[in-house]
Every structure is written in structure tokens, then in C-alpha cells.
């Protein structure tokens, strides 16, 4: 941007009286001198005129510490825009500093006066009606006397001797003419924003979120003068521009997907070479496929990668749920980057680097084609047969796809480009700053980082600061400030012995945590397609225990090893032990039984729990019990899962099933069953080699497909697999993290599902199956907000009370949850219909941390109460397949979500 620097305009042309502004005639003392100092060239009459006490007036900004040398000094503080809210409504101060151009007699006086700062616009002052302004500036009034500086705090002109009523009532849109030059007002900064500096970054900022003028006429306006008077006229030039004003595609067209204009200061910032403001389009072609919360999305990660959320911030965070399709997100945004840009539709970015887990690789190459077609971009995938040197070497691929194992052993290629956008798929692994893979990614200096991830709010805080440490480096401080402030505090308010207090101070940092990070985290949830989905019911099936589960059971319950546990004296993880035992059991006897076995085998390392666990349980198997072949009758869950599947095949040949399970021994076992019963099944577990597992997808999904059953291991599942070729989903085992059994449903329910979806959850009745469901449903209401603390078994620390309730069997209960529920229903209940009851929850079930009925935790408990409860006989069902397993069922929860059946009946 050119300045004019001629001195004349430097001082301002004293010989010409202000436009608008005839001098007034009331007189004080004190303003005569200081504006005498301000404008050393003031003609005599001026000078008599000038002064005049100006009144304190409700909306003008007043400043109590700036002066105009400290301008240099402005902090690079953060300045994110939500921090400047506010700001416009400062009580007035008085002023209390002065200028180095004021004698100390004048500093008492002086301080009665009123500074007001503008951004304003300036030209050379001429009578054409169309102004050709030349640059921006920050306005500086005070008494009768103004002073123009440009953004780099100079002076670039003075004045004095305006009537203080024009003065005083500055506004947008107003001209004033101030020695040669003629000025418009765009905006007020605020006293903090000029004294911080921050007007000579952010001026624009500040301004934008003071005045509640149309902004989008301020941005206009304002990318007026680089256009017109910035550049050399030449003739290249006016051709260049006019090939660079025109926005790729029609912003007008109907469903366009327009990109907000950068304002004010990004255009300081960004648009030194003050090319015209052009429309950014998303490509029509990719416009016709997107939902409302992609485009949302879109927009959002533009303005993150722009850095119009965030002075200097080019990171973002992606967290929406699985099936969202954040891909497409991502591969609208690139292409748009790719070609466009809002400065003379400059593109902003060139080459992109997509890191993600070595299974999506593939995956997300096929994606690009899907939605861009192959000839429109060139998409470099890694694999054995294409190495990263190749992509380095060619100018024809722009996007390079490569996992993250990948990423390192070629990290040495990968730095040698150079990338100005980085997507990390499933980022949430670089939580931990201190793996390979973290710093190697960190290393990079591509400042546009966009981390994608489904389930960032169930990381501890600790990895919640890596992730935004990655996005935005520096936003939250230093790791230990970050702790003393937020982590410590957070973490204290949720256990169960904080004080009110403690709670109070956690649940505000939290909160100011959240809307800090919020500037460039978005999350959305199912919610937003489901409208688009099918129907989905879901079903939580509660499974009678047999005879020989019962006893085993209680045999371990009354082991000396769980009974230290209650007591205390075991420490570490001892507890884990006993409740992998009891989930085991709770699959299938058979589990169990090899896990004696191969303890007395081979004499395990921690003797102590395991062997007095484990004491004396083997007489309780039959003399003659023998895991292999496994009974299916020793298991109440694994009959409910023989019968149900036996109904799907009855009713719905053509469906397939979704069989997940946590464990790899659970899965073996399921192996088995469908063996005996004949049904093909796929499976994918942590086994299954990365380069395999998205064709093993891909066969399942096909409708040629010849499986009936696909076994997965939700461990394996951690990635954005779809296995919409499958309607029935069925929960084999319950994790503790909710994220993940959601997760595993979001695999059936979501984007492209074309038939009703039916979700089954098996647990087993009264045993600590249903103990980890009321923990899960209890969480789920606080994952919402923004760190949430779920973890696996691991990390879980549990109370003595939530032990003792863990470690306790109901047998005489068809479903303790329910009986926690207090609902009277009697297994009747119907669909969607609340009852207006208040809820008092027994203490001496769920403990002391689920007493109160007004903690957050008992809302989504209640929202049970919105679901169907059938107990008994179960002609109640919606759905034949579950009637199959009545004899073994000794509750369910149904819930039908986004219900399309109703509408349908009424057409
Ligand atoms: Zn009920």
C-alpha cells in the first residue's frame, strides 16, 4: 500500500480552513495550549477559536493510559474477537495520562479531556464527487483537535479549531477534512484496542464488534481503495484485474455457497497488495451434494484457515460425529482453496497434505474421486507402489494422501515440500505431543492445520491441550499455566468430594475454556442428519443370567479378592482383574473358564489377585465342563443372540447383521456360532492387517455380498468405518467409554443406510453389565460439554461406593435399571409418553454420587423414561426378531428414533 509521505500532507495544510468544520467561538484555557502543541502550524485565528470544554457524553470512548508513543509498544497479545465484546460498552474514564508534548502544568487539566479513536479512510481532499481513497488511518480526537496517524503510528496530519458539536458526534460514514486530506469515518476503536495497539492490527476488529453498522457495507466500501488507487494503473494491470475481480463461479446462482468477505483487518493484513475483494464459491458441482451442516462446516473451516476467526490463527479443530461426512467438508474446502481466494481470487493454497490412519488411506482417495471425479484433481495416495519421492518430484498432483506410520518413515520427502494445508484425519492420536508422529507432524511449517476427529471431548484435558497446541500453537499458554488454570480446577470440581465452591470454580473455567477453544472447534452430532436417516430402533435387551453364570458369580463376589477390594487393602488395578473377570462371565461362562485355566497353566504374575480370584472356582464348573465346544445354553445373552439372529434370517433374509464385541476371545466365540449355524460371516479385529481392512469393508458392503454377519472389534473399529450394507446392529458387550458403543451404532445409522436400522444392546439382567450401562447413560449427558472425562477401565477411578455397587448381583430384578427408575409401569410403558413423577433415586444402589435428582447425570437416566419398557411377555415389540429370544429376555428398553413410520400412515 502506497502512503503519500509529502510533507506538506504531514502536517496538514494549515492555509485551508476545514470543510466542514468553521472554527467555533467559545473560549477555555487549557485546550488553547494543547491545541497549540498539536498543531504547531495553527494560524492565529484558529487559535482564539479553538477552545471549548468538551462534555462528557455517554457513548464516546475515553481513554485513561494511551498515549501516542506507546503505540509501538502494543502487545501481540491474543486477540480473538469474542475477547473484544465488550469493549464498547467501557465506563467513561477520565483521562489521566498525557502526551510528552504537554507540560506537567497541563497534565491535571488535560485529564478532564476526552479522547475518541476512529478508523477512518483518507484521501487527498477534492471536490470529485466518487473519492479515491488511498489508505486507512486511525483518527485521533481530542477537545477541538484531531490528529491523523497511518498504521504504522505516524502522523500524517493535524488539526484543530472544529466545532466541538461536529467533533463530538463522529460517526460512520462522516467526512471530515483535515489539513490536504479528507477523511471518512469507518468506525470508533475502542481506548483498549488503541492503547493495546491492537487498532493497527485489528483495528477493523475492534471496530466490527462496536458497531452494529452493516458490516458487509463497511468490508465493501473498505475494499474500495486498493482497487482504485493502490496499484499502478498500467494496462497489464487493469487486465489482470479484471480477470481477478470475477469470482470463479456465479455467487447469485441459486443454492451457492458464498464465503463470507474477510474484513477490514484481514485485508490489512492479508491484502498488501490491495487486489480487489473477490467472491469465494464452492464449487456448484460439489454445492448440489451438501447438506446444511456441511456447508455450515465448509464455512467455518474456511474462516478458520483464512484466519478470520483468529488474528494469526490459521488451525482448526473438526470434531463432528462419525458419518458427517467431514471428508467431504475437507475435500470441498481444498478444492475451493485449491482455485480461489478472496484477493483477486488468488488461490490459497497449493499443495495439501492429508495424514490419516493407514486403513483410510485408500478411502480417502476413492473419496475425492467420488465427489470431484478423476479428472478435475490429481490425488497422490501412498502406498508400496507409490512412494512420497514420486509425488515431491511431479507438478501435476496437488493433494498427497499418506498414513501416519508412512509419514514418519518418509518424514525427510515430506519436509522437503512445501505444504500450505495440512489435514490430520483422526487426529485425536496426536494427544500425546511427546509420540513420534506428533512431533514429526509438528515440525512441518504449514500453519493451516486442521485436526478431524469424532471423539476429542472424551480425552483428558491434558490431551485436549495437545490437540489445540497442534492446531493454534500458544493459545492457551504453557502447559503448566494451562494446568494451575484450567486442568486442576476442572478436574477437581468432578470428583466427588469437591466442595461448592471447588465445583463453582471448575464449572466456570470449563466454561471459559470452552468458549475460547469454541472460536475454531466445531462439533455437531448425529442430530443434524438424522431427519435424513431412516427410522432407527434401539433396543436395550436385558438378558436372564443362567443358572451356572449365577453361581459363578457369586463365587467370585465372594472371593478374597474382590472382598480386599471392598475393603481397601488390594491397590492398583486388582479391581480391573475382578471386573474383566466378571464380564467374561457375563459373555459366556466358557471365557472364564480358559482364563482359570491358563492361570493355573502358566502361574501368573500377579499371583495374589488373580489366584484368589479365581480360588476354588473351578469346582464350580461341571466335572465334566469343557470350553471347547462351548455351550450356548451356559450363557443367557448368547442364547438371546442365537435366537435373534435365527428371527433376522426368518424375517429379513436379505439384511444383514453388524456383531460387535470388545473382546477378541468374545469374537472367536461368536466365530464359532455362526460356524454351527452356518451363516458366512467378515470380520475386522485389531488382527487384520491396515492394507485389507477397507476391502473387507467394501466385500460386506457390496450387495453381492454373500455374508450374513460381520464380527467386529470395537477396538479395530476406530476408524471412520461404514458398514451400511448392514440394518441390524448388535452390542455383544458394553464398554466404558459411551463414545464408543455410539460410535460402533454410528457404523449402520448414518449417510447412505437405506433401510430401517435396528440397534440391540445385550445385557446381562442384574449383574455389573447393567451397572456399566447406568455409568454410560450417566456420562453421555455430560460428554456434551467440551471435556468430557470418560476414559477406558484403565482410567477409571472408582469410589469404594461405586465398587461396592459394582460388585453386588440382583437376582431378584428383571432390570435394575428400571427398578432405579421407580417408573411403575410394570413393563408396560409406552413409547414417548412421560410421566410426570418425581424421580427420588435410591441411594443404596446407585451410591452416593447418583443420590441427587438434580445432578445433570439423572437427565439422561430419565430420558429412559421417554422410551418404550416391556417386560414379560413381549407381544409389545415392533419388531419380530426379538419375540424369538422371549424366554431368556428379561426386560427391554426400546426407543424409535426419527420415526418415519407415523408420517407414512397418514399419507
Ligand atoms: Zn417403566
Known amino acids: 500500500m502506497r502512503r503519500s509521505t509529502a510533507p506538506s500532507q504531514l502536517l496538514g495544510n494549515v492555509t485551508k480552513k476545514p470543510k466542514f468544520m ?72 477520565p483521562n489521566t495520562v498525557n502526551g510528552p508534548v504537554t507540560g506537567d502544568k497541563e497534565k491535571q487539566e488535560e485529564s478532564e479531556l476526552l479522547t475518541k479513536y476512529f478508523s477512518v479512510v483518507w484521501c487527498k481532499a477534492s471536490k470529485k464527487k466518487h473519492k479515491k481513497w488511498e489508505g486507512d488511518a486511525i483518527l485521533i480526537v481530542k477537545g477541538r483537535s484531531v490528529i491523523l496517524k497511518d498504521l504504522e503510528g505516524k502522523d500524517i496530519g493535524r488539526g484543530t479549531g472544529y466545532k466541538s458539536k461536529d467533533l463530538e458526534s463522529l460517526e460512520e460514514g462522516q467526512t471530515l477534512v483535515i489539513g490536504g486530506k479528507e477523511i471518512e469515518v469507518m468506525g470508533i476503536i475502542s481506548p ?33 481503495p486498493f482497487k482504485n488507487v493502490c496499484r499502478p494503473s498500467t494496462e497489464e494491470n487493469l487486465f489482470k484485474d479484471s480477470l481477478n475481480s470475477k469470482p470463479r463461479h456465479d455467487p447469485s446462482a441459486p443454492n451457492s455457497l458464498v464465503m463470507p468477505h474477510p474484513d477490514q483487518y484481514h485485508q490489512w493484513m492479508f491484502n498488501k497488495a490491495g487486489l480487489p475483494v473477490v467472491d469465494v464459491v464452492v464449487d456448484p458441482y460439489l454445492t448440489t451434494h451438501l447438506r446444511p451442516h456441511q456447508r455450515e462446516g465448509i464455512l467455518f473451516l474456511y474462516e478458520c484457515v483464512i484466519g478470520m476467526r483468529m488474528n494469526g490463527r490459521f488451525g482448526a479443530i473438526l470434531a463432528d460425529e462419525m458419518s458427517l461426512g467431514k471428508t467431504l467438508q475437507c475435500i470441498s474446502l481444498i478444492w475451493t482453496l485449491l482455485h480461489q481466494g478472496p484477493y483477486g481470487n488468488k488461490p490459497i493454497i497449493k499443495r495439501v497434505l492429508i495424514v490419516t490412519p493407514g486403513s483410510l488411506v485408500k478411502n480417502w482417495r476413492k473419496e475425492f474421486e467420488k465427489w470431484l471425479g478423476t479428472e478435475r484433481i490429481k490425488v ?33 520427502h515430506i519436509q522437503a515440500v512445501e505444504f500450505s494445508l495440512m489435514i490430520c484425519d483422526e487426529g485425536h492420536r496426536l494427544k500425546n505431543s511427546s509420540i513420534k508422529t506428533t512431533s514429526a507432524l509438528i515440525s512441518l511449517p504449514c500453519e493451516k492445520r486442521i485436526i478431524l476427529t469424532g471423539t476429542p471431548v472424551q480425552n483428558d484435558l491434558q490431551e485436549f491441550y495437545s490437540l489445540i497446541e497442534f492446531v493454534n500453537p500458544g493459545i492457551l499458554g504453557s502447559l503448566s499455566t494451562y494446568k494451575k488454570i484450567y486442568e486442576e480446577p476442572i478436574v477437581r470440581s468432578r470428583e466427588p468430594s469437591a466442595t461448592k465452591e471447588e465445583k463453582e470454580l471448575g464449572e466456570e473455567r470449563a466454561a471459559e475454556l470452552a468458549r475460547l477453544t469454541g472460536l475454531f472447534i466445531l462439533r455437531r452430532t448425529q442430530e443434524v442428519i438424522n431427519k435424513f436417516l431412516p427410522s432407527k430402533i434401539e433396543n436395550v435387551v436385558f438378558c436372564r443370567p443362567t443358572a451356572l453364570q449365577l453361581e459363578l458369580y457369586q463365587k467370585l463376589l465372594n472371593s478374597r479378592a474382590v472382598k480386599s477390594c471392598l475393603q481397601g487393602i488390594i491397590e492398583n488395578s486388582s479391581h480391573l482383574v475382578c471386573i474383566g473377570a466378571l464380564k467374561k462371565l457375563c459373555n459366556h461362562p466358557s471365557l472364564l473358564y480358559k482364563a482359570i485355566k491358563e492361570n493355573k497353566d502358566t502361574a501368573i504374575f500377579d499371583e495374589f489377585a488373580n489366584s484368589s480370584l479365581y480360588e476354588g472356582l473351578m469346582d464350580s464348573f461341571p466335572p465334566d465342563y469343557n470350553s471347547i465346544p462351548f455351550k450356548e445354553t451356559d450363557s443367557g445373552k448368547l442364547q438371546v443372540l442365537v435366537k435373534l439372529l435365527a428371527g433376522i434370517q426368518m424375517f429379513n433374509p436379505s439384511e444383514r447383521v453388524v456383531l460387535v464385541s470388545n473382546y477378541t476371545q468374545t469374537l472367536n466365540l461368536l466365530q464359532e456360532m455362526c460356524q454351527r449355524y452356518g451363516y458366512s460371516c467378515s470380520r475386522l479385529d485389531g488382527q487384520t492387517p491396515i492394507s485389507q481392512r477397507q476391502q473387507i469393508v467394501d466385500v460386506f458392503n457390496s450387495k453381492y ?25 448388535i452390542l455383544y458387550d458394553i464398554d466404558w467409554n459411551p463414545a464408543n458403543d455410539i460410535q460402533a ?43 468430557g472425562l470418560a476414559k477406558t477401565s484403565k482410567h477409571i477411578q472408582f469410589s469404594m461406593e461405586e465398587l461396592k455397587n459394582l460388585f453386588m448381583l440382583h437376582e431378584d430384578s428383571n432390570c435394575i435399571t428400571h427398578d432405579l427408575l421407580e417408573c411403575d409401569c410394570e413393563g408396560k410403558k409406552v413409547h414417548q409418553v412421560s410421566v410426570q413423577k418425581s424421580s427420588i433415586y435410591r441411594s443404596c444402589q446407585l451410591g452416593q454420587n447418583h443420590k441427587r435428582p438434580d445432578s445433570k447425570k439423572h437427565f439422561s437416566m430419565s430420558e429412559l423414561m421417554h422410551w418404550k419398557h416391556i417386560c414379560g411377555q413381549l407381544h409389545n415389540l415392533t419388531d419380530p426378531f426379538l419375540k424369538m429370544g422371549e424366554g431368556n429376555i428379561s426386560f427391554i428398553f426400546q426407543n424409535i428414533a426419527n420415526d418415519h413410520s407415523d408420517s407414512k400412515l397418514q399419507d
Open 192 to 224: 483498549e484496542d488503541f492503547s493495546s495497539g491492537r487498532c493497527f492490527h485489528s483495528g477493523a476488529e475492534a471496530t466490527t464488534t462496536i458497531f452494529s453498522a452493516d458490516l458487509q457495507k463497511i468490508r465493501k466500501q473498505f475494499s474500495n
Open 380 to 412: 497422490f495416495a501412498v502406498d508400496q507402489d507409490h512412494r512420497v519421492e514420486d509425488y515431491s518430484n511431479s507438478p501435476l498432483y496437488s493433494v498427497l494422501i499418506i498414513s501416519y506410520e508412512m509419514l514418519l518413515r518418509s518424514l525427510d
Open 705 to 729: 455380498s454373500k455374508d450374513f454377519i460381520f464380527l467386529l472389534s470395537s477396538k479395530a473399529g476406530g476408524v471412520g468405518l461404514n458398514l451400511v450394507g448392514a440394518s441390524h446392529l
Open 745 to 787: 451404532m454410528a457404523r449402520v445409522w448414518r449417510d447412505g443406510q437405506k433401510h430401517m436400522v435396528h440397534i440391540y444392546r445385550l445385557l446381562t439382567t442384574g449383574s455389573i453389565e447393567e451397572k456399566i450401562y447406568q455409568r454410560q447413560i450417566s456420562k453421555q449427558g455430560l460428554s456434551d460439554a467440551v471435556v
Open 22 to 93: 468553521p472554527p467555533a467561538q467559545i473560549y477555555t484555557s487549557h485546550v488553547d495550549k494543547e491545541s497549540s502543541q498539536m498543531n504547531p502550524c495553527s494560524t492565529k485565528e484558529n487559535k482564539k477559536q479553538q477552545n471549548y470544554l468538551v462534555p462528557l457524553q455517554a457513548f464516546v470512548q475515553t481513554c485513561d493510559r494511551v498515549h501516542s508513543s506507546q503505540i509501538g509498544e502494543y502487545s501481540n497479545e491474543l486477540n480473538c474477537r469474542e475477547n473484544f465484546k465488550g469493549t464498547g460498552t467501557q465506563r467513561l474514564k
